[in-house]
Nanobody
Framework: QVQLVESGGGLVQAGGSLRLSCAASGRTISTYAMGWFRQAPGKEREFVATSTWSGGRTYYADSVKGRFTISRDNAKNTVYLQMNSLKPEDTAVYYC?????????????????WGQGTQVTVSS
């Protein structure tokens, strides 16, 4: 079992930055594909970013490409999401997800471990 705990969310003005962290416990995530998703009120959970186990390959949703960066520190069993140039439409609960298989995983059904989420609110 893998437990995931997100942190780093908060309230920020448009154009600002936040860095989310996802700390894993229970197992090392060094061989896990990791992803970030988000869910706004009244909307389905959507893909944001994913990283292979080494961090050597990443993939982003078009809506965040060039603004968000996923990275990981396997020694710390932690994954990060650096969010720059934030927009009001980025407001959502952000979730970290993990799956013990290789590859870039972009759908919710790909993942079997989820964190509880952290709220990000971007004011205009």
């Amino acid at each position: 079992q893998v437990q995931l705990v997100e942190s780093g969310g908060g309230l920020v003005q448009a154009g600002g930055s936040l860095r989310l962290s996802c700390a894993a416990s229970g197992r090392t995530i060094s061989t896990y594909a990791m992803g970030w998703f988000r869910q706004a009120p009244g909307k389905e959970r959507e893909f944001v970013a994913t990283s292979t186990w080494s961090g050597g390959r990443t993939y982003y949703a078009d809506s965040v490409k060039g603004r968000f960066t996923i990275s990981r520190d396997n020694a710390k069993n932690t994954v990060y999401l650096q969010m720059n140039s934030l927009k009001p439409e980025d407001t959502a609960v952000y979730y970290c997800a993990a799956r013990g298989i290789p590859g870039l995983l972009t759908t919710t059904s790909n993942y079997n471990y989820w964190g509880q989420g952290t709220q990000v609110t971007v004011s205009s």
